[in-house]
């Protein structure tokens, strides 16, 4: 089955392979040197440990890649009844594909980590630990798409719209700016991906100790919706 998989995802990895590349091109840590020799102004070098914030963004992108589409799109194109006319349970087929994208993700980030600091660097430094916030920001993400698969077919652009909002409400908020009233912002915030839970954590792997809480609560909000998503999957009957 994995082979199989293996083979149906080859097409997305390509897109994966151009996110990384994508994320190369806007890491600032991979760039820093040409910024100085351009004469502006650079920020702080948080040197490899800082690239945890790129190997979570890619990580979690990766999924949406990966799996957007998957269990909507099989429904849409009448495989979902040619996959499980045989005694094959939607359940065990789809959540080896959740798994096979997370490993493929972490993978996809780890690739980055080295190949990136060879490539800007000449040499590898090491950030390991930031594999740890890339598994994290995987899970939660690929519990948003995985119900969100389950519900509606327009998932990937839903999830894709859910990421930029999550991304540029972070940013505002880090600016001291709060774009939705503040009732309305609990309600988003326990919605939405937690970017909140997953900058402490970025904050922790810089500080040089895992922020254990925040990891809590980040791989919890993705396995409540990857639970939620089977639940969903097992009591509906899909044409």
Same mark, same amino acid.
């Not at 920020?43 to 690239?51: E, H, R």
């Given at each position: 089955?994995?082979?199989?998989?293996?083979?149906?995802?080859?097409?997305?990895?390509?897109?994966?392979?151009?996110?990384?590349?994508?994320?190369?091109?806007?890491?600032?840590?991979?760039?820093?040197?040409?910024?100085?020799?351009?004469?502006?102004?650079?920020?702080?070098?948080?040197? %490899?440990? #800082?690239?945890? &914030?790129? @190997? +979570?963004? *890619?990580?979690?992108?990766?999924?949406?890649?990966? !799996?957007?589409?998957?269990?909507?799109?099989?429904?849409?194109?009448?495989?979902?009844?040619?996959?499980?006319?045989?005694?094959?349970?939607?359940?065990?087929?789809?959540?080896?594909?959740?798994?096979?994208?997370?490993v493929l993700s972490v993978a996809a980030s780890a690739v980055f980590l080295v190949v990136g600091q060879i490539a800007a660097w000449g040499e590898?430094?090491?950030?390991?630990?930031?594999?740890?916030?890339?598994?994290?920001?995987?899970?939660? %993400?690929? #519990?948003?798409? &995985?119900? @969100? +698969?389950? *519900?509606?077919?327009?998932?990937?652009?839903?999830? !894709?719209?859910?990421?930029i909002t999550n991304y540029v409400w972070l940013q505002a908020i880090s600016l001291g700016v709060q774009p939705v009233p503040g009732g309305f912002?609990?309600?988003?915030?326990?919605?939405?991906?937690?970017?909140?839970?997953?900058?402490?954590?970025?904050?922790?792997?810089?500080?040089?100790?895992?922020?254990?809480?925040?990891?809590?609560?980040?791989?919890?909000?993705?396995?409540?919706?990857?639970?939620?998503?089977?639940?969903?999957?097992?009591?509906?009957?899909?044409?």
């Amino acid at each position: 089955m994995i082979p199989v998989m293996l083979r149906g995802m080859l097409p997305r990895l390509a897109l994966v392979a151009l996110a990384g590349w994508m994320f190369y091109l806007l890491e600032p840590g991979f760039h820093e040197h040409a910024t100085e020799l351009a004469g502006e102004e650079v920020g702080l070098n948080l040197g %490899y440990l #800082g690239i945890a &914030a790129s @190997l +979570s963004n *890619l990580s979690a992108f990766s999924m949406l890649i990966l !799996l957007g589409g998957s269990l909507s799109g099989d429904r849409a194109n009448g495989w979902y009844r040619m996959y499980f006319a045989h005694p094959t349970r939607p359940l065990a087929y789809y959540g080896v594909q959740w798994l096979l994208a997370l490993v493929l993700s972490v993978a996809a980030s780890a690739v980055f980590l080295v190949v990136g600091q060879i490539a800007a660097w000449g040499e590898f430094q090491g950030g390991w630990s930031g594999l740890w916030l890339a598994l994290l920001a995987a899970i939660s %993400y690929g #519990g948003m798409i &995985a119900v @969100l +698969s389950v *519900l509606i077919r327009g998932d990937t652009w839903v999830a !894709l719209i859910l990421y930029i909002t999550n991304y540029v409400w972070l940013q505002a908020i880090s600016l001291g700016v709060q774009p939705v009233p503040g009732g309305f912002a609990d309600v988003l915030a326990l919605l939405l991906p937690p970017q909140l839970a997953l900058s402490d954590v970025f904050d922790g792997i810089l500080a040089g100790q895992i922020a254990w809480v925040p990891s809590a609560y980040a791989a919890g909000y993705g396995l409540f919706w990857l639970i939620v998503a089977g639940v969903l999957l097992r009591m509906r009957e899909w044409p």
